[in-house]
């Protein structure tokens, strides 16, 4: 991998119309990927609409790749069960985070900018970058692929970018 680019926090928020694996309902949990790092939110047992709440922390590098999640249903006895995945692409945040560096944007709260959803995300709505105090925050739903129905939050948080050198 390349140039370190700062601390990637994406905190799991919530779960809504996941779909049904078990007899009644589904015990979900999210693996988040980010390049070769991966992390994992605790399983919700018996629920469709859960709410983890979770931060986990990423080594950002450059080049970007996209974050990866995958949702699962755990099973006792058998493998767990797919319940669909997404990706967001994080170059816009970086690019809002340069932009932000650029203009000196450092406290209160200033919308950078909009992604909006198409073919080529799993944007479920859409979904602003801010920076708030300093931080680069995005708020996303994504679209899970792959199955009937289900959407899963995340609050995207991005720190410690170096700064951009001067262009001559």
Known sequence: MGEPAGVLKVVVVQGKRLVVRDFKSSDPYVIVKLANQTAKTRVINSCLDPVWNEELSFSLKEPVENLNLEVFDKDRFKEDDKMGHAHLDLRPLIS?????????????????????????????????????????????????????????????????????????
Do not use: F
């Open 96 to 168: 809002a985070d340069r932009l932000r560096q650029i203009l000196s944007v450092s406290s209160g709260d200033t919308t950078l900018r909009k992604v909006i959803p198409d073919t080529d995300n799993c944007l479920a709505v859409d979904s602003t970058i801010s920076c708030i105090n300093g931080e680069m925050v995005q708020d996303v739903w994504l679209r899970l692929c792959g199955v009937e129905s289900g959407e899963i939050e995340l609050k995207i948080k991005l720190t410690n970018l170096p700064p951009v050198a001067p262009s001559r």
